[in-house]
């Protein structure tokens, strides 16, 4: 767990007085992916609806969050500061997956997506789409941060180590959906390029298009009857689709 030390800050407020907690917490390594929650959000109770049954020590957490001073003790014996400090995390996790979901965070996720800063779809033959930071669950300390794609509808383990540790709570199992379900217009085109199916003399091979890896064995197709044919194709099939294959070489399509 990270202690709270404004000067390790790497964010535009690096060098105010007086930074506050969730923007520290926001530009800690591995923490680019957050959004500071506004305090007017935070503050409103009913935006925490059920959320004081979760975390412990939630008064002083909140307070952590806020930078408010610290009311009087009510708990015996006394919280120790990393105890207040480890639920002021995951009370954080928690308001952050609420937060993105609502029409302002969608809203500022969207032109982050929109930008690539989370990354692109590691499959060849999604053409480099975009990604979008997802949780398996919705509870904190059951799976890490994956990563969504919306051309190939998986999801990713991110490539880069620094994001191992970050819970999926933070986004939860919704959030992707929700952001299509409220932005369509930002979902990826199968054939965005080529309405009508591509010829390969038309295809560059380097295509930042939509394909399905076709496995061949000298040049023919693995049969779907053998024990590693590519029988979840179909998951991945989509109107007008090509398989992946050379230019150059024969087509079986
Ligand atoms: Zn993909």
């Known amino acids: 767990m990270s202690a709270w030390d404004p000067s390790s800050s790497s964010s535009s407020e690096t060098n105010s007085e007086n930074p506050s ?13 957050f959004l500071a929650v506004p305090d007017d959000f935070i503050e409103d109770d009913f935006n925490l609806t059920g959320l004081s049954g979760v975390v412990k020590y939630y008064t002083a957490a909140l307070e952590m969050i806020l930078d408010l001073e610290p009311s009087e003790p009510t708990s015996v014996p006394m ?31 969207a032109h982050r997506y929109q930008a690539g800063e989370f990354g692109r779809c590691p499959r060849l033959g999604c053409g480099n789409c975009a990604v979008l930071p997802v949780g398996r669950f919705d509870q904190t300390g059951m799976d890490t941060m994956k990563l969504y794609c919306p051309r190939c509808i998986d999801i990713y383990h991110p490539p880069d180590p620094v994001y191992v540790q970050i819970d999926g709570a933070f986004f939860g199992s919704s959030f992707p959906h929700m952001l299509f379900k409220t932005f369509p217009e930002l979902l990826p ?46 998951r991945r099939w989509r109107s007008g ?4 294959e050379h230019p150059s070489g024969p087509s079986y399509a």
């Open 21 to 33: 907690w969730i923007h520290w917490y926001c530009n800690l390594r591995g923490h680019n992916f």
């Open 79 to 109: 919280p120790d500061e990393n105890m207040i400090r480890a639920d002021a995390e995951l009370l954080y996790s928690l308001i952050h997956q609420r937060y993105i979901n609502t029409k302002q965070g969608l809203f500022h996720m």
């Open 189 to 234: 085109s199968i054939n965005r390029y080529f309405p009508k199916p591509p010829t390969h003399a038309q295809v560059p091979f380097d295509a930042a298009d939509y394909w399905v890896y076709q496995p061949k064995i000298f040049g023919f197709r693995v049969h779907a009857s053998a024990p590693d044919s590519p029988k979840m194709q179909w």
């Open 241 to 244: 689709t090509r398989f992946l």
